[in-house]
């Protein structure tokens, strides 16, 4: 039995025996530790008290967004709901607490800071995001936030005073689940996507970005790129869980990223003519969402053909009545490729559906020279790295493609599953992913980072 599946069937007995009654589950929450971990898997840990810190915070975020009692169930934390801004006052709180220096940046995006940078003395950069896919895993973005926590304050602990400033980067709508362009606050941030296209973006309920930030408080006439506080970062590491196989049967709790697949999204339109469901003869009806579904077929089939992945997880259908004849589809691509060349070749397949562009991201390699410091870093302290390449989006590619050496950590997923509660990670290799942060931000915080401060090669 596997670490996921024992934690999968232990659950809290009275939680269980309530659900087979068919009443809701009560959220209770007694030890500081969340459902998907069990006490002794911090004593089993390499380090207890980042065990124990990373625990902590995990159980202080997990009934924001979803149940604590049902590990089964998923994350519910969309950008700029009341879960994530939820999300974004307890990151507050523990930056605060860790007496970090807390900006907003143009896009919206949190910064903490240890130290004061400038940008003639920029920082060492890391983090991640806290909004999720629609139930989503309690890994896919958390895990990178709650782990540059943890290192600063292992950091902090053991009496380091890192001569380059740190910072810590909880990155706004990295899921784009709910306004459609991944990497939202990244893309915003660095110039990639513009302010005029990005605020007037509506979600499904047909509110703006313009609505949803000013509900917020963030400045909406500030909104956009925001150069001074990109250049406030010399060299930037996201740590992340690993979101496929690779490491899942390895002895390798923690991986550098070598680069990322090219990605993007599409949208496509279907008409037809709503009309009563009952009163309208079977042959006299043309129905959006029967024509709409050849879509998803013919996108899998370019897919295979060209050995790339494609994907339509999104579907919004009008009037959307269950007794009205759809009368218009909305259908959502998601495809990626090893290669561009590939990823071209399925576009041209679907060429017939008039897929209109969301968004793109080429393939990103991350930067040779910090990918290198990572892999001696953790070597130096026994953390054998292999480097892998991933078909996930992160916002760390977004950065590494406007000019910031930015690289990755991966830490091993048991289940090799993301975007779905089934997602893990072991507290042990969490805590894996934690040491070998902190061994990175404190190396390369410690020491000059080479021609134009980043090390760029
Ligand atoms: C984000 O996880 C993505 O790859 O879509
Ligand atoms: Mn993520
Ligand atoms: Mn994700």
Do not use: K
């Not at 060492?124 to 943890?150: E, N």
């Not at 609505?211 to 925001?226: K, R, V």
């Not at 910090?370 to 916002?395: M, Y």
Request: glycine share 10%.
């Amino acid at each position: 039995m596997t670490q996921f599946d024992r934690d999968r069937t232990q659950q809290p007995a009275v939680a269980v025996a309530r659900r087979e009654r068919g009443a809701p589950p009560v959220p209770e929450q007694t030890s500081a530790m969340p459902a998907f971990w069990q006490d002794e898997d911090a004593a089993a840990s390499a380090d207890t008290a980042v065990a124990t810190d990373l625990a902590r915070m995990f159980t202080d975020i997990d009934s924001i967004g979803h149940d604590p009692t049902r590990p089964d169930t998923g994350y519910h934390r969309a950008a700029w709901t009341r879960e994530d801004l939820a999300l974004r006052a307890w990151f507050a709180r523990e930056c605060d607490s860790l007496g970090l220096d807390l900006r907003v940046d143009a896009a919206g995006n949190q910064w903490a800071w240890w130290g004061t940078p400038s940008p003639q003395h920029p920082g060492v950069t890391t983090g991640s995001h806290l909004d999720s896919v629609p139930d989503g895993g309690a890994f896919d973005g958390p895990l990178g936030v709650l782990s540059a926590l943890a290192a600063v304050r292992a950091l902090q602990a053991a009496g380091v005073h890192p001569a380059r400033p740190i910072g810590i980067v909880n990155a706004s709508d990295e899921e784009g689940a709910r306004f459609g362009i991944a990497c939202f606050g990244s893309r915003v941030l660095t110039g990639a996507l513009g302010p005029a296209r990005a605020l007037v973006r509506t979600d499904q309920d047909g509110t703006s970005l313009r609505e949803a930030l000013d509900s917020a408080g963030i400045d909406t006439d500030a909104y956009g790129p925001d150069p001074a506080a990109l250049a406030l970062t010399a060299a930037h590491v996201e740590l992340h869980v690993e979101q496929g196989y690779w490491l899942a049967d390895t002895h390798s709790p923690v991986a550098v990223a070598t680069h990322i697949w090219p990605h993007g999204r599409w949208r496509t339109e279907v008409g037809g003519v709503p009309d009563h469901a009952g009163t309208t003869p079977m042959e006299r009806r043309d129905d959006a969402l029967l024509s709409a579904l050849a879509f998803p077929r013919d996108a899998h089939d370019a897919a295979l053909a060209h050995g790339a992945r494609a994907t339509v997880g999104h579907l919004e259908v009008l009037p959307g009545g269950a007794n009205v004849i759809p009368g218009h589809v909305t259908l959502w691509l998601d495809a990626r490729a090893s290669e561009e060349e590939a990823l071209s070749a399925v576009l041209e397949d679907l060429a017939p559906w008039d897929p209109v562009q969301e968004s793109f991201t080429p393939a990103t390699h991350f930067d040779a020279q910090l990918r290198a410091r990572l892999v001696a870093i953790l070597a130096d302290v026994g953390l054998g790295a292999p480097e892998i390449g991933t078909a996930a989006g992160h916002d760390a590619g977004i950065l590494q493609n406007s000019g910031t050496p930015t690289a990755m950590l991966f830490v091993r997923n048991r289940t090799g599953s993301s975007h779905t509660p089934t997602e893990f990670a072991t507290l042990s290799d969490c805590v894996d992913g934690v040491r070998a942060l902190t061994a990175c931000l404190g190396g390369l915080a410690g020491q000059s980072l080479g021609p134009g401060e980043g090390g760029a090669s």
